[in-house]
Protein backbone atom coordinates (compact mmCIF):
# COMPACT_ATOMS: atom_id res chain seq x y z
CA UNK A 1 0.00 0.00 0.00
CA UNK A 2 3.04 2.39 1.09
CA UNK A 3 4.37 1.42 -2.41
CA UNK A 4 0.74 2.26 -3.82
CA UNK A 5 1.26 5.86 -2.05
CA UNK A 6 5.05 6.86 -3.24
CA UNK A 7 4.15 6.07 -6.91
CA UNK A 8 1.12 8.63 -6.65
CA UNK A 9 2.91 11.37 -4.37
CA UNK A 10 6.26 12.10 -6.04
CA UNK A 11 8.00 14.72 -4.79
CA UNK A 12 7.08 17.09 -7.27
CA UNK A 13 3.39 16.11 -6.33
CA UNK A 14 3.95 16.66 -2.66
CA UNK A 15 5.67 20.26 -3.28
CA UNK A 16 2.43 20.91 -5.63
CA UNK A 17 0.01 19.84 -3.17
CA UNK A 18 1.88 21.60 -0.17
CA UNK A 19 1.96 25.06 -1.82
CA UNK A 20 -1.81 24.37 -2.71
CA UNK A 21 -3.07 23.28 0.37
CA UNK A 22 -1.51 25.77 2.46
CA UNK A 23 -3.64 29.03 0.80
CA UNK A 24 -7.00 28.21 2.18
CA UNK A 25 -5.77 28.54 5.45
CA UNK A 26 -3.83 31.30 4.98
CA UNK A 27 -6.82 32.98 3.58
CA UNK A 28 -8.76 31.93 6.17
CA UNK A 29 -6.30 33.59 8.37
CA UNK A 30 -6.19 36.96 6.52
CA UNK A 31 -10.14 37.44 5.93
CA UNK A 32 -11.65 35.76 8.10
CA UNK A 33 -9.46 35.67 11.59
CA UNK A 34 -12.43 35.85 14.48
CA UNK A 35 -14.49 33.13 12.64
CA UNK A 36 -15.48 29.93 14.05
CA UNK A 37 -13.95 28.08 11.01
CA UNK A 38 -10.60 30.18 12.11
CA UNK A 39 -10.78 28.86 15.32
CA UNK A 40 -11.67 25.02 14.30
CA UNK A 41 -9.39 24.55 11.24
CA UNK A 42 -7.18 26.90 11.34
CA UNK A 43 -6.03 27.70 15.27
CA UNK A 44 -6.43 24.04 16.00
CA UNK A 45 -4.31 21.00 16.03
CA UNK A 46 -5.51 20.48 12.44
CA UNK A 47 -3.36 21.77 10.53
CA UNK A 48 -0.08 20.89 12.51
CA UNK A 49 -1.61 17.10 12.22
CA UNK A 50 -2.02 17.47 8.71
CA UNK A 51 1.84 18.80 7.80
CA UNK A 52 3.67 16.48 10.65
CA UNK A 53 1.42 13.64 8.52
CA UNK A 54 3.57 14.64 5.19
CA UNK A 55 6.05 15.33 7.35
CA UNK A 56 6.73 12.05 8.50
CA UNK A 57 5.79 10.36 5.00
CA UNK A 58 8.67 12.51 3.68
CA UNK A 59 11.34 11.36 6.55
CA UNK A 60 9.76 7.37 5.73
CA UNK A 61 9.92 7.86 2.20
CA UNK A 62 13.63 9.30 2.12
CA UNK A 63 14.31 6.75 4.89
CA UNK A 64 13.69 4.05 2.64
CA UNK A 65 15.30 5.44 -0.84
CA UNK A 66 18.50 5.29 1.30
CA UNK A 67 19.01 9.15 2.02
CA UNK A 68 21.65 9.86 4.48
CA UNK A 69 20.08 12.08 7.60
CA UNK A 70 23.23 12.30 9.47
CA UNK A 71 24.63 14.73 6.33
CA UNK A 72 21.81 17.11 7.57
CA UNK A 73 24.06 18.54 10.82
CA UNK A 74 26.65 19.79 7.39
CA UNK A 75 24.21 22.76 7.91
CA UNK A 76 25.36 24.00 11.04
CA UNK A 77 29.35 24.03 9.77
CA UNK A 78 28.86 26.68 7.03
CA UNK A 79 27.21 28.59 4.57
CA UNK A 80 28.46 26.30 1.59
CA UNK A 81 27.33 23.05 3.51
CA UNK A 82 24.03 24.55 4.27
CA UNK A 83 23.76 25.67 0.13
CA UNK A 84 25.08 22.18 -0.95
CA UNK A 85 22.09 20.78 0.92
CA UNK A 86 19.58 22.77 -0.80
CA UNK A 87 20.85 21.12 -3.29
CA UNK A 88 19.24 17.99 -2.42
CA UNK A 89 16.08 17.29 -3.39
CA UNK A 90 14.94 15.16 0.22
CA UNK A 91 16.25 18.29 2.51
CA UNK A 92 14.95 20.93 0.06
CA UNK A 93 11.26 19.44 0.60
CA UNK A 94 11.59 18.75 4.40
CA UNK A 95 12.83 22.09 5.09
CA UNK A 96 9.99 23.28 2.84
CA UNK A 97 7.68 21.70 4.69
CA UNK A 98 9.06 23.02 7.76
CA UNK A 99 9.05 26.44 6.92
CA UNK A 100 4.82 26.39 5.86
CA UNK A 101 4.21 24.74 9.45
CA UNK A 102 5.77 27.20 11.48
CA UNK A 103 4.69 30.12 9.49
CA UNK A 104 0.96 29.08 9.53
CA UNK A 105 1.89 28.36 13.49
CA UNK A 106 3.12 32.38 13.26
CA UNK A 107 0.42 33.06 11.63
CA UNK A 108 -2.31 31.67 13.94
CA UNK A 109 -0.27 33.42 16.86
CA UNK A 110 -0.55 36.35 15.52
CA UNK A 111 -4.63 36.25 15.20
CA UNK A 112 -5.37 34.30 18.73
CA UNK A 113 -2.56 37.66 19.86
CA UNK A 114 -4.66 40.40 18.50
CA UNK A 115 -7.79 38.96 19.22
CA UNK A 116 -6.48 39.65 23.15
CA UNK A 117 -6.09 43.23 22.07
CA UNK A 118 -9.28 43.40 20.08
CA UNK A 119 -7.74 44.88 17.30
CA UNK A 120 -8.94 45.23 13.88
CA UNK A 121 -8.37 42.62 11.12
CA UNK A 122 -7.81 45.16 8.52
CA UNK A 123 -4.75 46.29 11.16
CA UNK A 124 -3.29 42.87 11.26
CA UNK A 125 -4.09 41.97 7.65
CA UNK A 126 -0.43 43.47 6.93
CA UNK A 127 1.59 41.62 9.56
CA UNK A 128 -0.28 38.49 8.74
CA UNK A 129 0.32 38.85 4.87
CA UNK A 130 4.08 39.54 5.45
CA UNK A 131 4.32 35.99 8.04
CA UNK A 132 2.96 34.06 4.97
CA UNK A 133 6.03 34.77 2.91
CA UNK A 134 8.38 35.77 5.70
CA UNK A 135 7.19 34.97 9.11
CA UNK A 136 10.01 36.60 11.11
CA UNK A 137 9.70 40.01 9.71
CA UNK A 138 6.03 39.79 9.89
CA UNK A 139 5.67 38.70 13.58
CA UNK A 140 8.28 42.41 13.90
CA UNK A 141 5.63 44.08 12.27
CA UNK A 142 3.12 42.95 14.16
CA UNK A 143 4.76 42.99 17.27
CA UNK A 144 5.34 46.82 16.35
CA UNK A 145 1.86 47.39 15.85
CA UNK A 146 0.84 45.92 19.18
CA UNK A 147 2.71 47.79 21.16
CA UNK A 148 0.24 50.37 20.82
CA UNK A 149 -2.52 48.39 21.44
CA UNK A 150 -1.07 46.71 24.75
CA UNK A 151 0.11 50.62 25.44
CA UNK A 152 3.57 48.90 26.55
CA UNK A 153 6.86 47.38 25.64
CA UNK A 154 6.93 43.84 26.64
CA UNK A 155 9.51 41.32 25.50
CA UNK A 156 7.90 38.61 26.49
CA UNK A 157 4.82 38.00 27.79
Not at 28 to 53: H, M, Q, T, Y
Not at 133 to 155: D, N, V
Request: glycine fraction near 4%.
Amino acid sequence: MVEQISIFFTIDMIYLWLNIGIIPFWFILIFFPNSKVCGIFVSSVFPPFILSAVYLYLVYYFFVSGYDYSQNFNLYLSIDSLKELFNEKAFLIIFWTHFLAINLFCGSWIVSDSRKFSMSKFLVFIPLFVTYFTGPLGIFIYWLIRIFFAKRISLYD
